[in-house]
């Protein structure tokens, strides 16, 4: 897949995501979302090509600047994703708070924009008055705003927090705090820890997964306040749900990756293996893996994670109805990606859920990997997490994709252009048949001629019943004949031999004498040279690399055959002028060879 092609794929998706979306590349503003430029009430005409600190706060213009100049290039899967806040200016002259997230791709600065303008004021208010606190915590309902006793049990509980937990007020009014979080966390203290840092420093800040009423789990950016007054005493608390601000940033960086990784692809088995490694390295999800169909089974192809032998229990073979059944087999069978929302409850995982659970797969997605409209394989994800996945996830599998698409095509052209160098060698063979009989026709007329007149003088000397007299002076004579014929036998034998290296398949390579390259390749082309009426000037220096003798008669025949079609061209009249000038020399250790017609 060209590069193009995954810009265009990943504008197409940020176009419809519900945070802000940006591309600065030199300080200028290249690309913004629809939900970016309805944060600042601009048109796409009025943002792109502006300086993107036109829209900064003149006050945190300075803090911009330098975490652009510190952002480090997004080279592996180690470097982490940079996060600032700052405040904006929307074009009516709005102060709007936002918090991004961003990392350097391919030279420009790509990034997520949310608005935290309420959770500003909120902190804000915090700070000031309790009856101003309260008002605020009864309008906010994006958030999750209760307060705490010192004992961390609830006493106040807004709209936010029943939207987010699940929880109304009369559930909770009075429970301890811990209920929210995660088996893990509680054996750690990690609620005993962040209340002690908000009660010595005055407030924590962090994140960490919660629990729902329904069981569910999500990512929670928490902030406690300390609050100490006359009428009460403990602390506030705000919460927001980051789940999906988190899994769309990382969606971003693993499309990235992605998207890379198809552009440098070189083989299937390597670009697949690589595909795999970002998602579980870059994703953070639990294993990965890709299967293609044999012999009437899907057999994993490469994989990366915590496998601990998983791939071993699949035994997904089409005529099982049950395991073809699952998702991996649905995707295969409709071509449409099928989700796992939770591994422990969902019946189609039913003949995979002890060895699944086993090793903290906890949902799943199967992605079609599609060819030509013909499913080719399947991608499968695993997440430690229930309901980690959704359709975001086709984006990934149309990328990976289009790696296997270009991957293939590349390889199919290769093979055309195999078969047909194939057949332009078979038609240079031809061409360079016909010139070959010529010349063999030639000296074996003459080997022939003088056999004959030897046999004949023979004949004639047994029958005369000749003196050893005379035949000892008939011997200079049938001494040159026999030079003759061994003379024509040996051109033969030249012109068989180039022959025989230009049909030969691959040798080793050796240490080639270039000039013997040349001769043998002239001996070869001398009746096209002959017939077209052309003159060959030589300057061959006597140099030898190590090379495929083969090979290198079978370029130069084809220079030479080349050369003498385009003089033909050139030239009508047979007495024309035609000339190739052949020159071989050393240059940086290498023989280069040059054919100028």
Known sequence: MNKSKCVDLFFEMANKWDVGVFVVKDGVVRYANPRLRNLVKCSEKELIGREILEFIHPDDRNKVRDVIKKRKRLDSVSVPVGSCVFRV????????WVETSSAEVEGALVGTVVDITKRMMLEKA??????????????????????LEDNGRIVEWNKGAERVYGYSVGEVIGEHLSMFYTEEDSKRGVLEKELEEARTKGKYKGEGWRIRKDGSRFLAEITIYRIESDIFKGFSKIVRDI????????????????????????DERTFLSEVCKAIVEVGGYRLAWVGYLEDGEIVPFVYHGHEDGYLDT????LRDVKRMGGPTGRALRTGRTQIVRDTATDPSFEPWREEALKRGYRSSIAIPLTYRDEVIGILNIYSSEPHAFDQHFLEIGDVVALGLSMLRTINEFE????????????????????????????????????TELLLDESKEMLEKDMKIEEVIKKLPERAEMVEDIQTAVVQIKNIVDGLMHFVRKEEE??????????????????YPLRKSNVLVEKHVEDVRVRANRTQMIQFLTNLLINAIDALDEKYSEPDDNKRIVLRAWKEDGNAIISVCD
Not at 126 to 147: N, P, T
Not at 243 to 264: D, I, M, P
Not at 314 to 317: A, D, E, G, T
């Open 89 to 96: 200016l929307a074009k009516d002259g709005t102060v709007v």
């Open 126 to 147: 915090l700070k000031g008055s309790e009856e101003q606190l309260r008002m605020l915590v009864d309008s906010v309902e994006e958030y999750v705003i209760f307060m």
């Open 243 to 266: 789940t999906e601000e988190r899994k769309k940033n990382t969606f971003l960086q693993l499309l990235s990756r992605c998207g890379r990784l198809a552009v440098s692809a070189i």
């Open 314 to 317: 699949l035994k997904l073979n």
């Open 415 to 450: 093979d055309v252009s195999v078969k047909l160098l194939h057949l332009e060698r078979l038609s240079t063979a031809g061409t360079l048949l016909g010139g070959i009989m010529h010349e063999i026709k030639n000296p074996l007329s003459v080997a022939l001629m003088n």
């Open 509 to 526: 390579k050796e240490i080639v004498r270039v000039r013997d390259v040349v001769d043998t390749t002239l001996t070869m082309v001398a």
